[in-house]
């Protein structure tokens, strides 16, 4: 007699359904440490694409500020004679150059950000979040390559390390939030209107001279430094000076006070809205 097998049937497998969120949603950024792999993967990726098949590669982190500093050291150096007290002309512009090309590579590339990965963004689900996060820190290397010109030429002129370098680490943290606040508010945008990739350079060209990277903000009238020092850039840019070459202007605490309280309303606001557009990417990208 034979016997008869009997089998019990599978149990159903769980199935993950992903909605948008309704309404003002949170911002849930518990979901980037749990994909914080990811963005380490990005940002590596953007590091070694940025300099694929150049002839240089990472030697333009070096040329590049080098040139800008030659051009405002000749704009206003030598051509606008804007006085930069005791700091010899070449290292003043060059210690704002460092900051400042942080910012605006990080701004460029976060904008475009949704743009360039949306084959990522059509085919997998992810935080949308990290795409921005990863291509704000990539500049980092670049920022890391190009302060060694600093060390030369403050061998070169003889300017002595104090203490305030140790605040470097918090100032390049506050100049990455500063574009990751604004890249958030672009990035949504630029999705939206395909307009924002060509403004994106003007602006970018537009902030760097409403900011003190070719001079020094003392050069603005009393009744305008309130005014100038919303600008999140210049208590960013201007701490940098007194950091690395031990001399601040008297607006120094106004100014990264507000550059603070500034970023962290960009920030914010940005955040909430890249999470609430980020239903519509997907469809519009």
Not at 74 to 97: C, E, H, K, S, V
Not at 187 to 209: C, E, H, K
Request: charged share 15%.
């Amino acid at each position: 007699m034979e016997k008869t097998e009997f089998k019990l049937p599978a149990p159903p497998k769980e199935m993950l359904t992903i909605r948008p969120p309704k309404g003002w949603i949170s911002l849930n950024l518990r979901d980037l440490w749990l994909y914080r792999e990811l963005i380490t993967f990005l940002t590596w990726r953007d590091i070694l694409v940025r300099y694929k098949q150049t002839l240089l590669g990472a030697s333009w982190a070096v040329i590049n500020p080098v040139v800008n500093m030659l051009v405002l050291q000749f704009i206003f150096g030598n051509l606008a004679q804007m006085d930069t007290g005791d700091i010899p002309g070449p290292i003043f512009r060059y210690t704002a150059l460092l900051p400042w090309m942080l910012f605006s590579k990080a701004l460029s590339s976060s904008g475009r950000s949704m743009l360039t990965n949306r084959g990522l963004i059509t085919k997998i689900y992810f935080p949308r979040l990290v795409i921005p996060i990863s291509s704000v820190l990539s500049g980092v290397v670049d920022f890391g390559i190009s302060s060694l010109v600093f060390i030369g030429m403050m061998f070169y002129y003889k300017i002595a390390i104090t203490w305030t370098v140790l605040l470097l680490p918090l100032l390049v943290i506050l100049t990455l939030l500063v574009a990751l606040g604004v890249g958030l508010w672009l990035s949504a945008l630029n999705v939206l209107y395909r307009d924002v990739g060509y403004i994106l350079p003007v602006m970018t060209q537009l902030w760097l001279f409403l900011s003190p990277v070719g001079y020094s903000s003392e050069s603005i009238p009393d009744n305008l430094q309130l005014l100038y020092a919303l600008n999140p850039m210049t208590g960013v840019i201007e701490t940098f000076r007194w950091a690395l070459l031990g001399e601040a202007n008297p607006y120094l605490g106004l100014q990264l006070t507000l550059s603070i309280i500034v970023a962290t309303t960009i920030l914010i606001s940005g955040l909430f809205f890249f999470r609430r557009m980020e239903r519509t990417f997907a469809d519009m990208i």
